[in-house]
């Protein structure tokens, strides 16, 4: 997939200021400081496009961006932030819900880990998740640059074990510091749009 255009549509905080265009979206979940951010700025060759954060957890907002005017990519608001207040967890909460239950633009939402880390119990729900309102589970390993050789292979086999990882299931070694993943994931990204989905006439331009 080549991208020429990107841009920030909408952040959104309720449905009604989803884009009503009926293009296909593709999201990226996971927890605050996973990553997704920058894996979008990466897709897209972008510095910063998607904002990057030193302090995770400060939007809870659905952002759309709209890639040559045929497809969203959409960065989903982060958990697992410990400095959240009940009520910003429920707002989280209520807001993926009417996403990852109601989308019937979303094709794949890709679950984010941290790939040096063991995925905590919210990854595991997240994964769960994905699997109930999708029938494939995509995982991208972050911050892949930071493993020791010596850690891939074990990390990746915790990864793949702790979430329930099957047959059907991709996980995807990632890093913004090279371009390891990065055409897998437009490459899937592609792929997965070429797929038997009826799309809405306004998506051709
Ligand atoms: P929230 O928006 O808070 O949910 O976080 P996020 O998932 O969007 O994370 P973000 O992209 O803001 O990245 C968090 C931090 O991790 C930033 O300091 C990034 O520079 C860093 N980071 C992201 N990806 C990589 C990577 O592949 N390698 C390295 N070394 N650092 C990364
Ligand atoms: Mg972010």
Do not use: C
């Not at 979206?25 to 927890?31: I, S």
């Not at 910003?88 to 239950?101: F, N, P, T």
């Amino acid at each position: 997939m080549n991208i020429h255009n990107a841009e920030l549509t909408v952040s959104a905080v309720s449905p009604k200021q989803y884009p009503s265009d009926g293009r296909m979206e593709f999201a990226f979940a996971g927890r605050s400081n996973v990553g997704k951010s920058s894996l979008i700025n990466k897709l897209l060759n972008r510095k910063s496009l998607a904002r990057v954060s030193g302090t995770p957890g400060k939007t809870v907002t659905i952002n759309f961006y709209d890639i040559d005017k045929t497809i969203y990519l959409v960065d989903l608001p982060g958990y697992g932030y410990a400095k959240r207040s009940k009520a910003e967890i429920e707002q989280w909460g209520s807001m993926m819900d009417d996403y990852l239950e109601n989308r019937e633009n979303l094709v794949q939402t890709f679950l984010l880990v941290d790939s040096r880390h063991k995925p905590s119990k919210d990854d595991v729900q997240m994964a769960e998740w994905i699997r109930h309102y999708g029938d494939r589970l995509i995982v991208i390993a972050t911050k892949f640059d930071k493993l020791k050789k010596s850690e891939i292979e074990p990390n990746m086999a915790l990864i793949w074990e702790t979430l329930g990882m099957g047959e059907d299931d991709i996980l995807v070694p990632f890093s913004t510091k090279d371009d390891e993943g990065k055409y897998t994931v437009l490459d899937m990204i592609e792929m997965l749009r070429a797929g038997d989905i009826v799309i809405d006439e306004n998506m051709e331009e």
